[in-house]
């Protein structure tokens, strides 16, 4: 992805490069990162992968605007104080005052949605967008307000469709993520990020309590049926 935007921005007539080119980019990577792969699952990935960016590129490339940035990473940022930093698969600038963003997901399309009655702070997903949204806005580098932000599954379902979801990122939504950062922020700082398994002689929450380890972790039933 970075490879072909900045191909597309060093061209002299900012168009991007062919699928073939950013399916021969694809598989330079993955020669480059080889080691980590047994070879039958190093083909089976290549094969799919290469398919699936030439299948993805003809869906969507007419709508790819020419003012972006790949692979932007944003670090030494705070918000309310909070120290974060993130990678952010596409950031397009709509014009002087607007940015929206784009992250790109593998594999199955799963559902993405805002908040809702049984899921207050909506999915992983839509957070994601709202936190890279905050992200950007806070760094010194840009002053631009991101309005929408958009999940893309590089896949097909199994109904065969590219599935893109868009939303509207509000002023609300910027909040919302906002108290949730600050909340668990503060537990961290608390040393109060697991609330336990509210078993009263569990051995592992009275430990995250008190930092002092039992002699063992194990079961003293088990360790009976041992002798």
Same mark, same amino acid.
């Given at each position: 992805l970075r490879k072909m935007v900045e191909q597309m921005r060093l061209s002299s007539d900012k168009k991007y490069p062919t699928a073939e080119m950013v399916s021969d980019y694809f598989?330079?990577?993955m020669k480059r990162v080889q080691g980590l792969f047994v070879q039958?699952?190093?083909k089976s990935r290549l094969e799919r992968g290469k398919a699936a960016?030439?299948?993805y590129y003809q869906e969507h490339h007419q709508d790819w605007i020419q003012d972006t940035l790949a692979e932007y990473h944003i670090t030494h940022t705070e918000i309310d104080g909070v120290p974060v930093k993130g990678n952010l698969d596409r950031l397009d600038f709509v014009? *002087?005052?607007?940015a929206q963003i784009l992250d790109y997901k593998t594999g199955e399309p799963t559902s993405v949605y805002k908040p809702k009655k049984d899921k207050p702070l909506g999915s992983d997903y839509w957070r994601q967008l709202v936190f890279y949204a905050l992200l950007f806005e806070h760094q010194r580098a840009d002053?631009?307000?991101v309005?929408? *932000?958009t999940i893309s599954f590089v896949e097909r379902n199994i109904k065969n469709q590219f599935i893109d979801k868009t939303f509207e990122i509000l002023r609300e939504d910027k909040m919302l993520l906002r108290e949730s950062i600050k909340t668990t922020w503060a537990k961290i700082q608390n040393n109060d990020f697991y609330e336990g398994c509210d078993e009263p002689k569990c051995k592992w929450c009275t430990f995250q309590k008190t930092q002092?380890?039992?002699?063992?972790?194990?079961?003293e039933i088990i360790l009976s049926l041992d002798d």
């Open positions: 598989e330079m990577e039958t699952e190093y960016i030439k299948d014009d *002087g005052q607007t002053s631009r307000q309005r929408n *932000g002092k380890a039992p002699v063992t972790f194990r079961d």
